[in-house]
Every structure is written in structure tokens, then in C-alpha cells.
């Protein structure tokens, strides 16, 4: 077995400025204890840059990072500390293909439309980069994800003051279809042998178009096929609308525009089109010629506007604005620069944005800066209905009390592409009426829906494997913690019901004595959280992958503020581990602060919190006992730091992510310095300690000094090194006292 090391990912935006300041400190620390940390790019643009190297020069070329890490994730001795990067839409993929050829990057345009062989082979090269490229070549295992105990511990005795009061009046709701979805539509089997399949379109006249040519299918794998009916989607967007205006309320649209990079943002097109059906309808032509996609958003037809005659550009300015008086207001992402919620999908993710609902009271902002009650449409009824129920629940008793409210952990099912989010290789828009179905190599007809032209089709697979590991982990979990662990299952859903019979032949593999442990729908398993979070009590949810995203960003909001400081386990299935470090969905706001006024407020509780069971994984698989040390003394380290309040400030001028990480220097190296086990350890870390503490008020006026202007870091997707090393680390006094280490 190789020496002990921890892989230490290169991401985006604000975790990424982040790293350049605190990885010096984590590797001067680990340098005496035999663990290395190496670093892994797998940035979007280090993702572009590894898929085509032979556009560019030798100098330019970087390894795929990626593909590489898939493949350690096999391993049984794997450590890898995932910061969140991000999971691209397209007009996120072209900024940084702009910005990459801007810096002398040769990589190619992304082809909206394809149209040689070549055009093709691009776009798929980019598909590879697109939505959550990253999480289902990582996850190799199951999600156990839940707040440290310190965290909450501090969440709890410092209640954050976000939460804002439900009006007593409150017309909003959350609004999904009732026919022609997902979840009306879905059928699911259990495979009883392996097999090769693959998924074909049969048109009405009997012609077969295959789709996807191979789908490997294992014994005992559950395989789902369901469609989206788009005329009935449409008809849907069109009476939320009418809705919204005579209820005189804003309205608003939440999908996974990037992690489902197929089918949502289709589903977000629509609703463009819907909305501004007047000047599609009236300008259609011109539209097409400027080569605008609506799944893009309507920022990508303003930003095309620019390049038709003065006239013809005002002319449909003006429709667009009339479109905005005829129509309900549009809840807002930035009012002051008019960024509607249909801009562009990677604004209106719904794992970030609904719990920022209900935490603003269930409103949003509209046009007038000021927040109104909303009708939140998520159109597919999957888990539409557990956002009414919180809802319905806030409503009749007010908004949740961070200082008293209980903790509603989470075992995510998402092993080896479970579920949804494996799905994009196996989505499609229907090319005609007929029927897509996936069939065996002996021609045995699996599953089949009926289509329309332009119905989405959406195929995805789980296999029995994770679902074994999955049910462990959840008895596992309950015993460890004492909670009450809920299967969040819906038997009248087609997976589901797949789901369950699983569940009930694999919990009496475990010893569940002692422990309640129910299968409950999604509806009522929420309602009953939140009935034991309001006393205070503790839950373990247990559910499927994309509720595993949906609800550990909802409740860490509404519980502490922020999910970016919930810790992730990811037990690999192969005995390695991956620890995930919260969620990035304000890092773009932070960057945007830190470039205009030099300030990051990007807090690395996360990283700081992920680095403990890493440690201890360490000591468990190599028996390092100075990795179990510096877990120990770090978790100390950590416990303090929250005591003293050292978490970033959003004001310039005060304390930043770089002061943050200094704080978290000094208390672990007097942790280390304190230990009685090495004393080769603590000697080593006395004299750090002894060096920070007598020059701390002198590092913090170089850290704070650094701020009041402008930053230029050479990028925003691929920085420059050198200029983002300078701003991240400005105290010379720091740096010094780590580098002598």
C-alpha cells in the first residue's frame, strides 16, 4: 500500500481563492506527520483544458484530473477532500471558454447547433464537462451528511438572525403539475438478469432510430423510464402566470438547471418561451438567426440584441417590456440590475433558492426591491410536494427557531450513478411521435413510453449494490446517533415501489433492535420532521439522491444559515473515503465582493470540519497515529475557533476568509503544542504558536490591510496563480512564520 496522502481538490470561485491561503497552512502541519496532501484539478476550466489537449500547447496542457480520481476511487487507500465546484449550464461553459481563449487557450466554441461530424464530436467532448460532471465519478459510495456537532452546538447558542416571520396573510404556495410529469408517468422494474440493452425511438411509421446503442444492465438493478409531457408543461407555466398576476404575487421557477443538465434546462426553456411567448411569437425569425437557445435564459437574447441595428433592437426591447407588464412580475435574483428569475438557469437551482423561500418568510424579491409572497413553481411532482408541505407548515406555526430547532441529518442513496443523476446519458427529446422504449439484445421490450415531438425522455439506473450499502448505512447511522432514521419512500412512485421491497428484503440482514427505523412517504416522512425539529429533536432522513441534495441544503439553511458548513462523509464502497465539504451556491457573490473590494467572506468551516474524519481515515487505514493527533487537536482547534467567534465578516474592513484561516493556525497549533502524546509534536508547534500568538495583532493589520480595493487575479474561471497567490496571502508575517515550518 502507498504512503498515507490526502487529495486535496482544485475547484471554482470562492473555495477555490480560499485554497490558495489555507492549503499552505494544512501542508506546513502534515509535513511531520508522514501525510502528504497533493492537489487535484477539477475546475470547470480544468475540466475544458484536460478535454482538449491537442488544441493547445505543451506548456498549456494539463493531466485530466478527473478521470484519474475515478479511478482512486476504487482503491481502498483513496482520501480525497472535495470542496463544491461548479456544475456548469451552458452559458456558465461559454463564459469560460470566452475567458480561456481570452488567456491564449485554443479550446473551440461550444456548437449550439452542430452541424458537421466534427460540431458533434465538440459538443460531446462538452458534455463531459457540463452539469454535475464531477459527483458521479467521485461518488463511488453513500452520502452520510449531517452538521458537526460543533456546528450545531454554536448554531444553537449564536442563532443566526436570517430566519424573517411568515405573514399571517401569506398567499404563497408552491405550484407543480398534476398530470403529464415525471412522477405521473414513471415505470420501473427490477432486472432479473444481466443483460445488453439499449433505448430506441419507434416512430409512428414504424421507423426505429436508436438512441443510446448500449446500457449494460446488471442482475437485480432497478431501471426506470418516464417522459414530461411539454404541451401539458406549457399549459402548466401558462396558468401559474394567470395565477400569479390575479393573486397579485410574484412567480418564480425552480429546477437542477445544472446537475440535470438534460431534461431541466428543456424544462426552463419552456418556460422562457411561455413567458415571453409574445416576442418569440413576433420576432421569431430574427430570434433564430441571432442563434438564441431559451433553455440559455433570456439574458442570452439581451446579450445578442447588441449585434442587430439600433431600431430592430429597441423594437424588441420594448416587446420584452411589455411582456413584463401583460404577464404576473417575475421574482427577482438582482433587482437593481433587473436580473429576472428566467435570466439565465444556473440562478434558479432548487436546492439553494427554495430554502431561501421559506427562510425570507416564503417570499422572494421583486422588481421593487422589496419581498412579496410567491407561487414557486417546480413543475415535476416528485418532490414538489415536500416544499408544500414546509409550506403548509410554516403557515400554520410560523417561522422555525434556530436556537431551540433539532437537526435532520441524511443517508443519500448516490453510489456508483444512482438515480437521477445518472441519468443524462440516457435523457432525450423525442424527435416525433411514437414511442421510446429500452430493449434487450434478444428484443425484449423493458420499458416504453409514449411520446410526443418534444416530450422529454428520462431513463436511470440503480444498482443493488449501493442499495445494499445504502440500508447498512442507515442502520449504521441510527445506532451511532440514537435518532429515529425515516426512509423517505412513496409507493404509488414506480421506483419507489422498487425501492421498498429492497429496503424490506436487506434491513433484517441488520440488527435493528432498539431502533425505530419506517418507510414513510415523502409528504408525510416531512411532516414528521419537522414536527420533531420544532421540539428540538433529531432525525436521520434516508432517501434517494436527488432528496439527498434537496434536503441537505434545506434544512443546514434554516438550521445554521448555510449548508456550507455541514460535513459530508462518503464511506467509498471499496473502503476509501471522500469527505465533502458543504455547498458553494454563494461563492459566486463572494468572488464578485472580493474583486470589488478585497474582502472574501467565503467561510472554510467546511474544509476545517471534512478534515477530521480524513485524519482519522488516515489512522484507520495506514494506523498513523499523528493523523489521528491532528484530527484530535484540530477538532479542538475547531471548537474554539467557533467560540471566539473567528468566522469571516461580510464587511471590509474586518476580519476575512485569510484572517479566519490564521485563527484556525493559531488555535491548532496550540492544541498540537498542548498534547501530551509527541512531544517532538508539541515542541515543533510551542514555537509556532508562541511565534503567532506574539504577532498576531500585527498579521491581522497586514490580512485586513489588504482589503479597500479592487483585486485583479487575472480571471474569474482560471485565475491567474501568481496574482491570486499575492492577494491571498498579503501578510508577509504569516507567510513567513508557515514557511519556516
Known sequence: MSD???????????????????????????????????????????????????????????????????????????????LPNISASIPQLKDAIKELQGQGYRVPDYPDEPQSEADHEIQQRYAK????????????????????????????????????????????????????????????????EACQARIEFVGADGQTTVLKPE?????????????????????????????????????????????????????????????????FAKHGEVIKKLGVNPNNGIAELEAKLEQLPETQREAIKTDIQACYQQNCELAMV??????????????????????????????MWGPDDALHDTITMIPDRSYATIYQEVVTDCQRHGAFDPATMGSVANVGLMAQKAEEYGSHDKTFVAPG?????????????????????????????????????????????????????????DEQRAHDAQLIAKVEKYLPEHD???????????????????????????????????????????????????????LSIVPLMNGGGLFETGAGGSAPKHVQQFLRE?????????????????????????????????????????????????????????????GSHFYLALYWAESLAAQQEDGALAAIFAKVAGELSANEQKIIDELNGAQGQPQDIGG????????????MRPSPTLNAIIEAM
Open 4 to 82: 498515507p496522502k490526502i487529495i486535496y481538490t482544485e475547484v471554482d470561485e470562492a473555495p477555490a481563492l480560499a485554497t490558495y491561503s489555507l492549503l499552505p497552512i494544512l501542508r506546513a502541519y502534515t509535513r511531520e506527520s508522514g501525510v502528504a496532501i497533493e492537489t487535484r484539478d477539477i475546475s470547470l476550466a480544468g475540466r475544458i483544458i484536460a478535454n482538449f489537449p491537442e488544441n493547445l500547447t505543451k506548456e498549456q496542457q494539463i493531466p485530466d484530473d478527473l478521470t484519474e480520481l475515478g479511478r482512486l476511487c476504487q482503491l481502498p487507500q483513496t482520501n480525497i477532500i472535495k
Open 129 to 192: 464537462v457540463l452539469g454535475s460532471a464531477v459527483n458521479p465519478v467521485l461518488r463511488e459510495g453513500n452520502s452520510d451528511r449531517r452538521a458537526p456537532a460543533a456546528v450545531k452546538r454554536f448554531g444553537q447558542q449564536n442563532p443566526h438572525r436570517l430566519m424573517k416571520p411568515w405573514p399571517q396573510d401569506s398567499k404563497s404556495r408552491v405550484a407543480h403539475m398534476s398530470g403529464g410529469d415525471f412522477y405521473g408517468s414513471e415505470k420501473s422494474i427490477t432486472v432479473n
Open 215 to 279: 446500457l449494460p444492465l446488471q442482475a437485480d438493478e432497478v431501471v426506470d423510464a418516464a417522459v414530461m409531457k411539454v404541451s401539458e408543461l406549457r399549459n402548466f407555466f401558462k396558468q401559474q402566470i394567470e395565477a400569479a398576476k390575479k393573486d397579485g404575487v410574484l412567480l418564480s421557477l425552480h429546477l437542477k438547471a445544472t446537475m440535470m443538465k438534460i431534461s431541466d434546462p428543456i424544462m426552463f426553456g419552456h418556460c422562457v418561451s411561455v413567458f415571453y411567448q409574445d416576442v
Open 598 to 658: 478585497g474582502h472574501l467572506r467565503w467561510d472554510s468551516l467546511g474544509e476545517f470540519c471534512a478534515l477530521v474524519p480524513s485524519f482519522e481515515h488516515i489512522h484507520k487505514t495506514f494506523n498513523n497515529d499523528k493523523a489521528a493527533l491532528l484530527a484530535r487537536t484540530l477538532d479542538a482547534a475547531i471548537g474554539n475557533f467557533l467560540e471566539q467567534g473567528k468566522s469571516p465578516s461580510r464587511k471590509v474592513g474586518e476580519l476575512d476568509t485569510r
Open 334 to 363: 438582482d433587482s437593481s440590475k433587473g436580473i429576472t428569475n428566467l435570466h439565465v438557469p444556473n440562478n434558479i437551482i432548487i436546492d439553494a433558492s427554495m430554502p431561501v423561500f421559506i427562510r425570507d418568510g416564503g417570499r
Open 433 to 489: 411521435a411514437g414511442v421510446i422504449r429500452l430493449v434487450t439484445e434478444a428484443g425484449t421490450v423493458l420499458l416504453e413510453q409514449q411520446v410526443a415531438p418534444g416530450d422529454i425522455f428520462r431513463s436511470c439506473q440503480t444498482k443493488d449494490a449501493p442499495i445494499r450499502d445504502w440500508v447498512k448505512l442507515a442502520v449504521s447511522r441510527a445506532r451511532e446517533s440514537g435518532s429515529p432514521a425515516i426512509f423517505w419512500l
Open 512 to 566: 435493528t433492535s432498539g431502533l425505530e427505523i419506517r418507510i414513510m412517504p415523502p409528504v408525510a416522512a416531512m411532516r414528521r420532521s419537522l414536527e420533531r425539529i420544532r421540539k428540538g429533536e433529531d432525525t436521520i432522513s434516508v432517501t434517494g439522491n436527488v432528496l439527498r441534495d434537496y434536503l441537505t441544503d434545506l434544512f443546514p439553511i434554516l438550521e445554521i444559515g448555510t449548508s456550507a458548513k455541514m
Open 716 to 727: 474569474y474561471f482560471h485565475p491567474d496563480k501568481d496574482k491570486t497567490t499575492q492577494a
